[in-house]
C-alpha cells in the first residue's frame, strides 16, 4: 500500500492516505439528465406545477424515472444535496468525485458549496456527455477545439473550483463520431495536464464500446492505467470482465442500489470477489452514480450512504478489512493521483 497519493480536489491538490475514508469516484450532486427524458413531449419543456415529485408520483417514478416527471431527472437543489451527502460523511466517506460532465447542467460551484456543507472533499470533472445532450454545434466541434477548452479548463479551473478528473465521457452504444472526438480530445487533454478519464458507456449493452474507447483513447497516448470504464455492473461474463482488466484499465461498478433484474447486488458482489480472486483487485472501483431524484433518501432512494450501508459490511465478510479498503480507498485514489 502506498503512503499517500496527490488528488486535485475542487479546493486544490491535497495529499490522501488510503484508509483515510472511503472514495465515491463517481456521483453526481448538482445534475440536469434531461437529455434522458423518455416521456412525454419535448425533454425541456416544464412539468405542469401540480405535477411534481410526490407521494401521487412516486411509484410511476421508480418504475419509468426517466419517462414520467421531468423533475425527477433535476439535482437541483443545493442544500437538499447537502442533507443527502451527509449520509456519505457520516459513513466513513472522505471524498467524492462529482462526474457531471458538459450536457449535465453542470454547476460546480453550487455542487462544492453542498459538500463543503456535508464536510466532503470533492474532485470536480471536464469532459462532456453522450451525443444526445449535445447541441448540434457542440456535436461538430473539431477535438483539437474541444481539447484546447478542456485543457484551460484544467489549467484555470471551472466556476471558481479546480478540476481533478476527465469525465465522464459519455459513449452510446453505437459511438457516435462526436462521441469519438470527446475521446480524442480527453487523450489530449489527459497527455497537457495527467488527468485520469472516466469513461460512460451504456449499461447493459456489453463491452464492445469500453475496448473501443480503450483503443481510442490508447492510441491516443492515455495510459490505461489511468482509464476508468464505467457502468459495467451488468456483465454478466466473469471472462469478459477479465478480458478488460487485463488490459489494465478500472472496472467501475457504479450503480450499486439500482435493480436490474436478473443482475442483482448479491450477483454483483460475487462479481466482484470473482476479479478479486482473479488478480484483478486493483482495477476495481465502487460508487452509486446517484443522478435522479428518486436516488436520494428524501424520496426512498439508497442515497450516498447505500455502498457504506450495505455493500461494505458484505465486502469486509468475504474480502476481510485490508481487501475492502483497496477497492473504496486505495484504488479510486491511485486512479485519480496525479504523477504516478
Ligand atoms: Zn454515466
Avoid at 469478459?240 to 439500482?258: N, V, W
Avoid at 472501483?285 to 446517484?290: F, G, V
Wanted: proline share 5%; aromatic share 4%; glycine share 12%.
Amino acid at each position: 500500500m502506498k503512503a499517500s497519493y496527490t488528488i486535485r480536489t475542487a479546493k486544490g491538490d491535497r495529499s490522501l492516505t488510503p484508509g483515510s475514508g472511503y472514495v465515491l469516484p463517481h456521483e453526481h450532486i448538482i445534475c440536469d439528465l434531461r437529455a434522458r427524458w423518455s416521456g412525454q413531449g419535448d425533454a425541456h419543456d416544464l412539468d405542469a406545477p401540480g405535477l411534481p415529485l410526490g407521494p401521487e408520483t412516486i411509484d410511476a417514478v421508480r418504475h419509468d424515472s426517466q419517462g414520467t416527471v421531468r423533475e425527477n431527472l433535476m439535482l437541483s437543489d443545493w442544500y437538499v444535496a447537502a442533507q443527502e451527502l451527509l449520509e456519505a460523511r457520516r459513513s466513513g466517506c472522505g471524498l467524492l468525485v462529482d462526474l457531471t460532465a458538459h450536457g449535465l447542467g453542470a454547476m460546480p460551484s453550487l455542487a462544492v458549496r453542498a459538500a463543503d456543507a456535508a464536510g466532503l472533499d470533492t474532485v470536480i470533472a471536464v469532459g462532456r456527455y453522450i451525443v444526445a445532450a449535445l447541441t448540434p454545434e457542440e456535436r461538430d466541434l473539431p477535438s483539437a477545439a474541444l481539447a484546447e477548452e478542456w485543457t484551460k479548463a484544467a489549467e484555470n479551473g471551472i466556476d471558481g473550483c479546480a478540476v481533478g478528473v476527465i469525465g465522464e465521457i459519455g459513449l452510446s452504444v453505437d459511438m457516435h463520431e462526436a462521441e469519438r472526438r470527446s475521446l480524442q480530445a480527453a487523450a489530449t487533454t489527459h497527455g497537457h495536464t495527467g488527468l485520469a478519464v472516466n469513461v460512460h458507456i451504456e449499461p447493459g449493452h456489453g463491452l464492445g464500446t469500453a475496448h473501443e474507447a480503450l483503443s481510442l483513447l490508447e492510441s491516443g497516448g492515455t495510459d490505461p492505467a489511468k482509464i476508468a470504464i464505467s457502468h459495467i455492473d451488468y456483465e454478466t461474463d466473469l471472462n469478459a470482465l477479465i478480458e478488460l482488466a487485463r488490459r489494465g484499465c478500472y472496472l467501475e461498478f457504479d450503480l450499486f442500489g439500482r435493480a436490474f433484474p436478473p443482475v442483482s447486488e448479491p450477483n454483483r458482489v460475487d462479481m466482484i470477489t470473482s476479479l478479486v480472486d482473479a488478480g484483478h483487485g486493483d482495477r476495481v472501483l465502487l460508487s452509486q452514480d446517484i443522478c435522479m431524484r428518486h436516488g436520494l433518501r428524501r424520496w426512498g432512494g439508497p442515497g450516498y450512504g447505500h455502498l457504506a450501508r450495505e455493500i461494505h459490511p458484505v465486502l469486509r465478510d468475504r474480502l476481510g478489512a485490508a481487501g475492502t479498503e483497496l477497492l473504496i480507498s486505495e484504488n479510486p485514489m491511485r486512479f485519480l493521483s496525479l504523477g504516478q
